[in-house]
């Protein structure tokens, strides 16, 4: 495949990358107070390579997980009612990792979330996976799992979670800004969070499609 810039949307959940990225909107290329992207860089025939085996292998590792059920059977849990998932949206449905598993190496045929979207019949249908960087993933860390030429990692800033109505839920609040505010609206506050990285594995092998610019 040749090397091509693939801008693409990625989301991140962790604390504390040790090399400070400029926050820009992925979409309007205007900045964003409360997200972190990592900069996009010149593509190569090889970061192609590497991301489409990335692609294909998580792809072999979730298909036993075509329905949320399957899902559930192994530990994850959904973040919301899938109910509530209008059609073509995205629901993750995640697993706790203990510290243990959190502290080990990147392993993108474990991932955190599983991705299902809402179809037109109606149906929850797997879509992809949510990757997420181990903590103390640097950018040049972050290059090594999916190249930077292909995908943009980010991470929020400052959230604020309390739980939601379903148990061990948990639901941001975008609008506490400060730990202030979220500790006054009955949450708990994270300044940072982890790199994280949206694959979608239902839309073949284009990576431009696989790493959708949201």
Not at 152 to 163: A, E, N, S, Y
Not at 184 to 196: I, K
Request: net charge positive; aromatic share 6%.
């Amino acid at each position: 495949m040749p090397g091509i810039l693939i801008r693409a949307a990625v989301l991140l959940l962790a604390s504390g990358a040790c090399v400070p990225l400029g926050a820009q909107d992925s979409r309007h290329g205007t900045r964003h107070p409360r997200m972190s992207l990592t900069p996009l860089r010149p593509g190569t025939a090889a970061d192609s390579a590497r991301a489409l085996a990335l692609v294909r292998d998580l792809r072999s590792a979730i298909a036993s997980y075509q329905t949320i059920s399957a899902a559930e059977s192994a530990g994850y849990r959904a973040r919301r009612d899938s109910a509530t998932v209008p059609t073509g949206r995205l629901l993750h449905v995640g697993r706790r990792q203990g510290w243990r598993s959190m502290r080990q190496g990147f392993d993108a045929a474990a991932p955190r979330s599983l991705l299902y979207r809402r179809t037109a019949d109606g149906s929850m249908r797997l879509a992809g996976a949510m990757l997420v960087a181990p903590r103390s993933a640097t950018v040049e860390d972050l290059d090594a799992m999916v190249p930077l030429s292909v995908a943009r990692w980010h991470r929020h800033i400052g959230l604020c979670f309390v739980r939601g109505t379903a148990p061990g839920s948990r639901v941001a609040l975008r609008q506490a800004r400060t730990a202030e505010d979220c500790e006054e609206a009955g949450g708990w506050y994270r300044a940072e969070t982890r790199y994280m990285i949206h694959v979608m594995t239902d839309v073949g092998d284009d990576l431009t499609a696989v790493f959708p610019h949201e």
